[in-house]
């Protein structure tokens, strides 16, 4: 069933070998976590032991720490932390959160509980994207033009941001209320989507991001420079092994990836599939643009915890611009 339920008695964890014991603040929705509670992806995550009912869902860590596990070094109780937690089925929607203690970063004065919650998850999704799937780096991205389709939304406001700070050349999409808020996270050019087509006026671009809308694939097709990339975050992947089951669920996405690589031959254009990652490089670049101010979080609202599942309507609306956080300290 899709039900959300809250419980105000749950037992604390306890952190295991490399963890720590976080008491949250503040957490955000991303649409995994709707996407979740209906069901999608419960083969693959009854696989990795994360789909024991009942599912606390959320990714976003933005809290102090209470406690650390063994082998834990860099961090104390105390300590304000912002940082990313794996789908598992003991998420980030809790008082207190266990998670990797390597995929936190020390939370920066400057930032809030509720700006910092508003990034991680988002940041190494669009990181994933651009650079596993984009071949984009600090050493790679000068003279790159980078399309980011969806510039006002949770992963396009930190793929703008990324591709900018690594040197590359933005253009993007949004709404029209948007315009000013994509250019000034960093994108030289932005297109109204419902009013302007993009297409008409953009060329040659050598990577181009799909966040919002996978109808558009043979429009951002059409824009690649020969040797282009498109890279989107909505895939088929996880749909398909809800469908046929973990094993035959991948090989038919693989399949069906390199089929429509193959059919790209000719044009010299190729695709890739974005799947969230938070390993050393993504942390390693999230704590430095973070600790040089180049990093802005885009709230659309905040609610507290107890309205968490009028945070979820407000992300499944498709309205929000930027993230919709919850507040644990809210009253």
Partial sequence: ????????????????????LVRQMASSINPIDCHRRQGYGHNVMRLRGALKFPIILGNDIAGQIVAAGEGVSGFAPGDAVVGVKAPSSQGSFADYVTVKADTLIAKPAELDFEQAAALPYTFFTAWSALSKEGGLSRDTAKGKRIFIQGGAGGVGSMAVQIAKYLGAEVIASCGAGSKALVQSLGAGTVFDYASEDYAEAVKDVDIALCTA???EEAKMLSILKRGGRYVTVIHPTLAMTDEFG?????????????????????????IGWGLFRADADAV????????????????????????????MERVESGKAKGKVVVNWQAE
Wanted: proline share 5%; net charge positive; charged share 30%.
């Fill in 284 to 311: 390693t670049l999230f704590r430095e643009m973070i600790a040089g101010g180049h990093l802005k979080p885009v709230i659309d609202q905040v609610y507290p915890f107890e309205q968490i599942a009028a945070a």
């Fill in 1 to 20: 069933d899709d039900v959300i339920r809250l419980f105000d008695r749950a037992a604390r964890p306890m952190p295991k070998k490399g963890e720590v």
């Fill in 213 to 215: 809308n996978a109808d």
């Fill in 246 to 270: 973990v094993l035959k669920g991948f090989i038919a996405s693989k399949k069906l990836l390199k089929a429509k690589n193959k059919a790209l031959t000719a044009e010299g254009k190729s």
